[in-house]
C-alpha cells in the first residue's frame, strides 16, 4: 500500500510541478530563439519574463541547473519591472525545482514567497497553483489535516474560476484519500471521473497521470492485468512527449506490476530503467521507489545478495526522504542527528582513549584527508574531462549534421544535373524530329507550286500529288499542333482550368473529327461511356489526349479494325481507355513509353507519326492530377488509359 500511496503522490506532483510540457526539447529550443530576438524591447516586456519562466519550467526534470538559473533571472527580471504575477511564477518555479533536488526547506520558502504575491495581487489561478503544489507536500509528509484545508481552498477557488483541471484533481485528491482507506471502488470511480475531465479538456499529460493511478487502484485490487493497460497507455503518451519523469515513474509502476505477476525480467528491465533516469534526475522519491520494486524482485528471485543491496539503497533514500518532509522536521532530526552525533564521538574517543589507539586515529585521520583530497583532485578532473569529451560531442554532432546537408544538397544537384541532360538530350531529338518531318511536306508543296507555276502536270496528276499533299500536310498539322501544346507546358504557361466535363460529349466530338480518316482506313469507330459520366478537369488537355490517342489508335489499326472508347468511374476517379484491334506495341516501345521518351513510328498505312502525342497525354493527364499507362500486347491490339478526377472534391488542383 505504501507503494502505491508514494507513486499517487509522485505522479501528482510529477503533473501539477511540471504542468503540460510535451517534446520538452523543441519547447527549449523555440524558448531560446524567443529571448534571442534582437527586436523586443526587453526593458519592459512582461512577454520576457514570462518566456525566462517557461524556460525554467521546460528545464523541469531534465536540468535542475538550467531551471534554477532561468527561474532566477524571471525573478530579478520581474521584479526590476515591477510585473508581480512574474515575480510569484518565478518563485514557484524556483520552489519546483528545490523539490526536484530534494530541498524540502527552500522548496516551502518560494512557495509561501508565491503565495504571498499571488494572493496581494488576488491571482486565483496561481493559487491554486502553489495550494496544490504544497498539499501534496504536506499529504506526503503525512500532515493530512493540513493539506485537506488546502484542498478544499482549491476546491472553493476552482468555483471560482471554472478552472476544470483543478476540478480533475479535486478529484483525483479524493480517489488517492478513498484508496488510503481500502475504498477501491469509490477511489476507482473518483479516478475515472478525474480521468474524464482531463481527457475532455483535453490535457494529455493530466489523462496520462489519472491513467497511472487507475492502474494502481485495480494494483492494488489485484487486477494486475488492468493495471498494466492503463500504465502502458501512459508510458505511450510520456515516451512521444519525452517526459522523462513521468517516464521514470511510470516504469517504476510496471516494474511492481510485473513483479506481482511473477514476471521477473520484465519487472527488473521497467525497475532498473527508472533507477537510472532517477539518479540523472537526482530524485530522490523515483530512486526510493525503484531500488525498492529492485529490491522485492530479487528476493522474489532468490538473489539475496542484490536484494540486500538494493534494499540497503531503498532504505538510505527512504531515510532521507522521512527526514526531508518539512522543514519542522529537518530541523529536528537535525538536532537528534547533532546530539548522536556527538554522543558517538564521545564515546569512540573515550574507548580509543582506554585502548590506547590515539595514535593509530591520528594516522588514520591522515589517510582519510589524504584520500579525500585525491579524490576531490581526480573527481575535479573527471569532471572537466567529462565536460570536455561532452563540448567535443556536440562539436563533432553539429559537423556531422552539416556534411550531412551538404551530402543531401550535392546529390539534389547531381539528379538535377542528370535530369537536366535528359530533358536537354530529348529536346534535341524532338526538334531533329521537327525538322525532318516539317521539311519533307514543305518541299513538296514547294514543288507542286513549281510545277503549277510552270503548268506541266495534268489533272489527273494533279489531284494525285494533292491527295498525297494532303496527306503530308494532316500530319504536319498535327505535328505543330503537339509541338505547340508540348512547348507550351515546358514553358509552364500552360494553365490548367478544370470544369466539369460530361465525357461522352469530349468523346463524341472527337470521333466525329476522326470519321472521315477512319472511313478513308476502314476502322471503325465506337463509343461505349454512359451519359451521366462527368469528370473535372481542363477541357481543351483533354480534347487534345483523346484525339493523340484516337490518332495512334487508328494509324496502328489494320483495315477492317475497330477502336473503342470507353469510360467508367472508380472511387474518385474517372478511367478513359481508348482500346484497338491493331498490331500492339513491343517491348521495347511500352518502356520508352513509360520512361516518357519520344520516339516514332509508322503506321499500318505508313502514315507518320509526331512523337510528341505520347509525351502530351502523359503531361496533361499529371497535370490535371491523373494518371496515364499503357497497356499492349505485339500483334494483339493496344489499350491506353488515362484517368481525371471524378468531382472538384476529389480534386486538388489549384485553380
Known amino acids: 500500500m505504501k507503494f502505491f500511496c508514494i507513486s499517487a503522490w509522485l505522479g501528482a506532483l510529477i503533473l501539477f510541478v511540471c504542468e503540460a510540457a510535451p517534446a520538452q526539447s523543441r519547447e527549449i529550443v523555440r524558448l531560446h530563439a524567443l529571448l534571442r530576438d534582437s527586436s523586443r524591447d526587453v526593458r519592459s516586456d512582461t512577454a520576457y519574463a514570462d518566456d525566462l519562466n ?50 524540502y526547506v527552500n522548496m516551502l520558502t518560494a512557495y509561501q514567497h508565491s503565495l504571498d504575491i499571488a494572493t496581494q495581487i488576488d491571482n486565483t489561478t496561481l493559487i491554486a497553483k502553489v495550494d496544490i503544489n504544497m498539499a501534496l507536500f504536506y499529504k506526503q509528509a503525512g500532515e493530512l489535516d493540513q493539506a485537506q484545508k488546502l484542498m478544499e481552498k482549491v476546491e472553493s477557488l476552482d468555483k471560482r474560476s471554472g478552472d476544470s483541471i483543478q476540478f480533475a484533481y479535486v478529484a483525483s485528491n479524493l480517489a488517492d484519500l478513498a484508496l488510503r482507506q481500502h475504498h477501491y471502488d469509490q477511489a476507482l470511480e473518483y479516478a475515472v471521473r478525474a480521468l474524464q475531465a482531463a481527457r475532455k479538456a483535453g490535457d494529455e499529460k493530466t489523462a496520462a497521470s489519472y491513467n497511472n493511478d487507475i492502474g494502481q487502484i ?114 529536528t532530526r537535525a538536532a537528534q542527528y547533532n546530539y548522536d552525533e556527538q554522543a558517538s564521538r564521545l564515546r569512540e574517543a573515550q574507548a580509543l582513549k582506554d585502548a590506547g589507539y590515539e595514535r593509530a586515529l591520528r594516522k588514520d585521520a591522515l589517510k582519510i584527508a589524504v584520500t579525500v583530497s585525491v579524490v576531490a583532485v581526480l573527481t575535479l578532473l573527471a569532471f572537466l574531462l567529462q565536460r570536455d569529451r561532452a563540448a567535443n560531442r556536440r562539436t563533432n554532432l553539429l559537423l556531422r549534421e552539416k556534411n550531412e546537408k551538404i551530402e543531401e544538397q550535392k546529390e539534389v544537384l547531381e539528379q538535377q544535373a542528370v535530369q537536366l541532360l535528359l530533358n536537354n538530350q530529348q529536346k534535341d531529338r524532338l526538334f531533329s524530329v521537327v525538322a525532318h518531318d516539317l521539311g519533307g511536306p514543305l518541299n513538296s508543296l514547294k514543288g507542286m507550286l ?3 507555276k510552270e503548268k506541266k502536270l495534268s489533272e489527273l496528276e494533279l489531284s494525285g500529288m494533292m491527295m498525297e499533299l494532303r496527306r503530308h500536310v494532316d500530319s504536319s498539322s498535327e505535328l505543330v499542333s503537339n509541338l505547340l501544346y508540348w512547348a507550351s507546358s515546358q514553358l509552364n504557361v500552360a494553365v490548367v482550368m478544370p470544369v466539369l466535363l460530361p465525357v461522352d460529349e469530349l468523346v463524341q466530338e472527337t470521333i466525329e473529327l476522326f470519321a472521315h480518316a477512319a472511313r478513308e482506313k476502314e476502322v471503325s469507330l465506337a463509343c461505349d461511356i454512359s451519359a451521366q459520366l462527368v469528370g473535372y478537369a481542363d477541357k481543351d488537355m483533354m480534347l487534345v489526349v483523346l484525339r493523340n490517342l484516337t490518332s495512334n489508335a487508328i494509324k496502328f489499326s489494320r483495315r477492317g479494325g475497330l477502336v473503342k472508347i470507353s469510360g467508367l468511374r472508380k472511387a474518385a476517379e474517372i478511367e478513359i481507355c481508348v482500346k484497338d484491334t491493331g498490331i500492339g506495341i513491343n517491348a521495347a516501345d511500352l518502356e520508352r513509353i513509360r520512361r516518357k521518351e519520344s520516339f516514332t513510328n509508322y503506321g499500318t498505312g505508313n502514315e507518320k507519326g509526331t512523337g510528341l502525342g505520347i509525351l502530351l497525354c502523359h503531361e496533361f493527364a499529371e497535370a490535371n492530377k491523373g494518371r496515364f499507362f499503357v497497356d499492349s500486347q505485339w500483334g494483339k491490339g493496344s489499350r491506353c488509359y488515362f484517368t481525371i478526377p471524378a468531382a472538384p472534391s476529389s480534386s486538388s488542383i489549384s485553380v
Open 54 to 103: 517557461l524556460l525554467a519550467r521546460a528545464y523541469y526534470g531534465n536540468n535542475a541547473d538550467s531551471a534554477f538559473f532561468y527561474g532566477h533571472k524571471a525573478l530579478e527580471y520581474s521584479g526590476r519591472t515591477g510585473y508581480r504575477r512574474g515575480e510569484a511564477d518565478g518563485w514557484r518555479m524556483l520552489g519546483n525545482t528545490y523539490e526536484m533536488t530534494g530541498d
Open 218 to 331: 485495480l494494483a492494488d485490487k489485484g487486477d494486475y492485468n488492468g493495471a498494466l493497460g492503463h500504465y502502458l497507455q501512459s508510458m505511450t503518451y510520456y515516451r512521444e512527449a519525452d517526459d522523462r519523469l513521468g517516464m521514470t515513474a511510470t516504469n517504476s509502476l510496471l516494474g511492481q506490476a510485473y513483479l506481482l505477476l511473477k514476471d521477473y525480467p520484465k519487472a527488473l528491465r521497467y525497475a532498473e530503467e527508472a533507477l537510472t533516469v532517477a539518479r540523472e534526475l537526482r530524485r530522490k522519491m523515483e530512486i526510493e521507489v525503484s531500488a525498492k520494486v529492485l529490491a522485492d524482485t530479487y528476493a522474489a528471485k532468490g538473489d539475496y545478495r542484490n536484494a540486500l543491496s538494493y534494499f540497503q539503497l531503498y532504505k538510505e533514500y527512504s531515510d532521507s526522504l522521512v527526514s526531508d518532509q518539512s522543514s519542522k522536521a529537518i530541523l
Open 450 to 452: 513549281d510545277f503549277l
